[in-house]
C-alpha cells in the first residue's frame, strides 16, 4: 500500500512540475527582473487561450484583455504567459519587437496547419536558401508593373462576385473576391470555371484551410495531440472529422496538382506569348522547365503546389478580412462613408473601373484601410515561433523551445505613438506632418518588417482599395439592425462577427 501511495505522490508531483512550475518559474523569473514592464497572464495549462477565450467571452473582443493591460500600463514590453507547459512571451514593446524581426534565423515558425505536404516548401514556412531563392524568384512578380498588369483582371472579379453574391455572410463575400483574384494570379486562364467539391475553387479552399486552423482550437484532444506529436498526430487515435478533413485535404491537393501538370504539359513546346504578363503558374512552370533541360532541378510539382496554397491562404484571407472590417467602420461611421464616397466619385468617377493612375489619388481609402490595419489588423502578430537555440534578446535570456510571439499591433494602440490611439480615426492618416510619435520603425508595420515581411503587401493595400472604391460607390453600406452585439473574434484571423453584420442598400434605387 505505501508503494501505491509513493507512486501517486510521484505522479502528482510530477504533473505539478510539468504543468506548474516548469512554465511559471522562468516567467516569475522574467517578472522579477523587468518588474512593472512585464505583465504575468499565466494560468495552468490553458494559458494564452485563455486569455483569448475570456477575452472575447467578457469583453467582445479577442486582444481587449492584453490591449486593456497596455493602456493600463503603456510602458508594458512583454505578456508572460504560457501554452501547455512552455512558457510564452509576447512581445509589445517596439525595441523587442523590432529584435525578433531582424534576428529571424534564431526563431522556428509554427506550421498553422500542422499537416504534411501543405504549404511546408511554400516562402512563409521555407527556411535559409530555399527561402531567399523563392524570395528572389517570386519578387518579379510583385513589381509595380506586374501588378497594374492584374487591374483589369481584378475589376472583373470584383463585380462578378459583388453581382452574383448575396452579400449576407461578409467573411465569404469578401474572401470569394480575394481568393478568386488569387486563383487567377496564380492559374490565369486554367482558373476559369474552376471548381473544386461542385463549388467556386475559392470558396471550398477557405472553408477547408479555416477547418484544419480552427480545429486543435475548438478541440483540446487534437491540441494536445498537434502539441506532442506535430504530423504525427493526425494518425494518433483520429477523429471522424480529422479522417473527413484528411480526405478533403488529398482530393483538392490532387486537383491542383493535376492542373500544374496539365500546364507543364502545355508549355513543354511553347513559350507563353506575353512574358511581361506570365501568371504565378507560368512562372514557375517556365523555370521548372528550364531547370529540368538543364538537369539542375531545385522545383518541383510539389514546391509549385505548396506555393499556391502559401499564396492563397496568405492572400486570400488577410486582404479578405481587411476589406471587411474596412466594410464595417465605413457602416459604422457614416460621414466617413460619405467622405470616401464623395473621393471615389471625384477620382474615378460615377462609373468605370479602378485603373492605375487612379489608385494613389484615393488618399482618404488608403487612411481607412491604415488606420484598419493599426487598430483592427487581420494579422496582429505574425506565424508564431518559438526559440531555436538559447539567445539573448536585449535584457532577456530566452530558452529554446519557449514561444515567442511579436505583438507587433501592440506599439500602435499607445498614445506615446499615436494622438487618442485608442479611438477610430482615420483622418490622423491625411496629416501631412508626422502621424507617428518615437518611432523606431516598428511602431505601425502592418506587414510585418524585416528581410521576411509581406512580399504580397502593395498587392494587398491595391486590391482593398478597389473593393472599397467599387463598393461604396454602388452600396450605403449599413449596420444591419437585426445584429444587436458586435463581436471581434478569430477564424483564421481576427474578423468582426457575426457574418450579417452589414446590409448592402443599391445606391441608384434612392
Not at 487612379?358 to 482618404?364: A, F, G, T, Y
Not at 498614445?415 to 483622418?427: I, M, V
Request: hydrophobic share 40%; aromatic share 10%; glycine share 4%.
Amino acid at each position: 500500500m505505501l508503494s501505491i501511495y509513493i507512486a501517486l505522490a510521484t505522479l502528482i508531483i510530477g504533473v505539478i512540475y510539468f504543468v506548474v512550475l516548469l512554465p511559471l518559474v522562468p516567467l516569475l523569473k522574467i517578472k522579477m527582473q523587468l518588474g512593472s514592464k512585464a505583465a504575468l497572464m499565466y494560468y495552468p495549462l490553458s494559458g494564452l487561450n485563455k486569455i483569448f477565450t475570456d477575452s472575447i467571452t467578457k469583453e467582445r473582443d479577442l486582444l481587449k484583455i492584453i490591449n486593456n493591460q497596455l493602456k493600463k500600463n503603456p510602458q508594458t514590453v512583454v505578456i508572460l504567459s504560457n501554452f501547455f507547459h512552455k512558457p510564452v512571451l509576447v512581445w509589445t514593446g517596439p525595441e523587442y519587437i523590432k529584435d525578433v524581426y531582424l534576428d529571424h534565423t534564431s526563431y522556428v515558425k509554427l506550421d498553422p496547419f500542422m499537416v504534411e505536404s501543405v504549404g511546408q516548401k511554400g516562402m512563409v514556412m521555407s527556411e535559409g536558401e530555399a527561402w531567399k531563392r523563392q524570395r528572389k524568384f517570386l519578387g518579379t512578380a510583385f513589381t509595380f508593373e506586374k501588378l497594374s498588369s492584374r487591374l483589369p483582371m481584378i475589376n472583373q472579379v470584383i463585380e462578378k462576385v459583388t453581382k452574383n453574391d448575396p452579400k449576407t455572410n461578409l467573411n465569404e463575400f469578401t474572401s470569394r473576391i480575394t481568393g478568386e483574384v488569387v486563383i487567377h494570379s496564380f492559374f490565369g486562364e486554367l482558373a476559369n470555371g474552376f471548381k473544386i467539391e461542385g463549388k467556386d475553387a475559392q470558396v471550398t479552399i477557405v472553408e477547408i484551410l479555416s477547418e484544419i486552423f480552427l480545429l486543435p482550437i475548438n478541440n483540446p484532444f487534437i491540441q494536445l495531440k498537434q502539441m506532442l506529436f506535430e504530423y504525427k498526430s493526425w494518425s494518433i487515435l483520429p477523429t471522424k472529422k480529422e479522417k473527413q478533413l484528411l480526405k478533403r485535404i488529398s482530393d483538392f491537393k490532387q486537383v491542383i496538382q493535376e492542373m500544374i501538370e496539365k500546364r507543364i504539359e502545355q508549355l513543354k513546346n511553347q513559350q507563353p506569348e506575353n512574358q511581361d504578363k506570365m501568371v504565378f503558374l507560368d512562372l514557375y512552370v517556365t523555370e521548372y522547365l528550364k531547370q529540368q533541360k538543364e538537369a539542375k532541378q531545385n522545383i518541383d510539382i510539389e514546391e509549385i503546389l505548396h506555393q499556391f496554397i502559401t499564396l492563397f491562404f496568405a492572400g486570400t484571407d488577410t486582404t479578405a478580412t481587411t476589406s471587411g472590417t474596412c466594410l464595417y467602420y465605413l457602416a459604422q461611421f457614416p460621414e466617413m462613408q460619405d467622405e470616401i464616397l464623395k473621393e471615389v466619385i471625384d477620382v474615378v468617377g460615377e462609373q468605370g473601373d479602378v485603373k492605375e493612375e487612379h489608385l494613389n489619388k484615393l488618399v482618404r481609402i488608403n487612411a481607412l484601410i491604415q488606420e484598419v490595419l493599426r487598430l483592427r489588423n487581420p494579422a496582429f502578430s505574425p506565424v508564431f515561433r518559438t526559440v531555436r537555440q538559447d539567445k539573448q534578446l536585449l535584457d532577456i535570456k530566452l530558452k529554446k523551445g519557449w514561444f515567442s510571439i511579436a505583438y507587433h499591433i501592440g506599439p500602435g494602440l499607445l498614445d506615446k505613438h499615436f494622438e487618442n490611439a485608442q479611438e477610430f480615426d482615420y483622418k490622423r492618416w491625411l496629416n501631412k506632418g508626422n502621424v507617428i510619435k518615437n518611432d523606431n520603425g516598428f511602431i505601425h508595420i502592418p506587414f510585418a518588417a524585416g528581410p521576411r515581411n509581406c512580399i504580397g503587401q502593395h498587392m494587398a493595400i491595391m486590391e482593398v482599395k478597389m473593393i472599397v472604391a467599387r463598393l461604396v460607390r454602388q452600396y450605403k453600406i449599413k449596420l444591419n439592425p437585426d445584429v444587436k452585439q458586435i463581436t471581434f473574434g478569430m477564424k483564421f484571423l481576427y474578423c468582426v462577427e457575426p457574418d450579417n453584420c452589414l446590409v448592402y442598400e443599391e445606391r441608384n434605387s434612392q
